[in-house]
């Protein structure tokens, strides 16, 4: 198979849109993790913010990319969030199954 016949090569050039597949929270665990992670680094502002965290982090499935966000505290009161993109061509992705 060449690389300009995978799917995502195939969407930009039939200039598909970016549509949305799917569209996920994250699991209820990982708010037990922000509070743990908090905790065990003394970061109380992330602790008392731990919330807001989990409600601002998503993963969303895209046709061609995957797009996540893991927002943070840093221990000087400021919010950052942290937004990454994993494409299907990337090499990465070639040894894995469709679901």
């Known amino acids: 198979m060449s690389a300009a016949s995978r799917d995502i090569h195939l969407a930009r050039e039939f200039a598909t849109s970016e549509r949305l597949i799917h569209q996920e929270g994250v699991s209820s665990g990982y708010r037990k993790w922000i509070y ?18 989990f409600k601002s982090t998503y993963i969303n499935v895209y046709e061609t990319k995957i797009e996540f966000n893991y927002p943070a505290y840093n221990c000087c009161y400021s919010d950052f969030d942290n937004v990454a993109m994993l494409y299907y061509d990337r090499v990465y992705f070639e040894n894995m199954d469709r679901a």
Do not use: I, P, R
Not at 43 to 53: D, G, H, I, P, S
């Open 36 to 53: 743990f992670v908090s905790g065990c680094t003394c970061n109380w502002v992330q602790f008392f913010k731990a919330e807001e965290l």
